[in-house]
């Protein structure tokens, strides 16, 4: 009589930080429960740790310190029954025949964990989905702060005003937590470092953060919106109609 049992295939979806952690917790489930054969899929070998993002656009962390390795995270679990990592790029889900099918090939299995992430939700809002540049990466992260020296470029070379003032414009969209850090991170990044560079295009730089709702941070209440209202780098203008000073906090309906 044979003790060989079929191994239970638990393939997981996406290696964010649900996606990781279920990763691990198996993994090291698996010391008990040999008969695991777990296969985490992502299209990146590596972690990203998306609250710190907003830092990487104006320099404050390098992109190397919030983006981890996948295999080597996986070898530090440190359990008996390691997870097979697989770089590819999930395009569907058969439910019936149940696998998964990749640019790699197609994964069977026994038990599936969907944790594919989140993407950016303009709300409904076609010219905001159209215009604007979205942070959810780290090649996202590079492509605003390029934007950002692109404009400071283009300005030094402008002899017309109201173009240079343009160019020098920053407009922010939501004022949630990401919105919040992003626009005092780059505000230091103007006042503390393109200045020096810069000096004489500082004072015409507006950076904007329009939020629909009353009062920013609307997820934490009022009062927690007036303790980030002193500590931001701006002035409160109240809504898009009012004149804007350089730096300006503004709420648009």
Do not use: C
Request: no cysteine; proline share 6%; glycine share 8%.
């Amino acid at each position: 009589m044979t003790n060989s049992r079929r191994k239970k295939r638990v393939v997981i979806l996406g290696a964010g930080a649900a996606g990781l952690n279920a990763a691990l917790e198996l993994e090291r489930a698996s010391a008990e429960i040999p008969e695991l054969d777990v296969t985490l899929v992502d299209q990146h070998n590596y972690h990203l740790f998306l609250p710190l993002l907003y830092q990487v656009v104006t320099g404050g962390i390098e992109p190397g310190h919030i983006s981890f390795p996948l295999r080597s995270l996986l070898r530090q679990g440190g359990t008996a029954g390691p997870v097979t990592f697989r770089e590819s790029r999930v395009w569907s889900i058969d439910v019936d025949k149940r696998r998964v099918i990749t640019d790699d090939g197609e994964l069977e299995w026994d038990y599936l964990v969907v944790a594919l992430g989140s993407t950016t939700n303009y709300l409904g809002l076609a010219d905001i989905e159209k215009n604007t540049l979205p942070l959810r990466t780290l090649a996202d992260a590079i492509t605003i702060v390029n934007r950002i020296l692109d404009s400071y470029k283009a300005a030094l070379l402008e002899g017309d005003e109201q173009r240079r003032r343009e160019l020098l414009t920053f407009v922010l969209v939501g004022g949630g937590a990401t919105g919040v850090e992003l626009a005092a991170s780059i505000g230091d990044f103007v006042r503390k470092v393109l200045i020096r560079d810069y000096p004489f295009l500082t004072p015409q730089v507006r950076l904007i953060l329009a939020e629909a709702r009353a009062y920013i941070l609307p997820e934490m209440g009022p009062e927690m919106a007036e303790v980030a209202l002193k500590r931001l780098p701006f002035r409160h203008a109240g809504s898009l109609a009012a004149p804007t000073p350089p730096w300006a906090l503004q709420g648009s309906r």
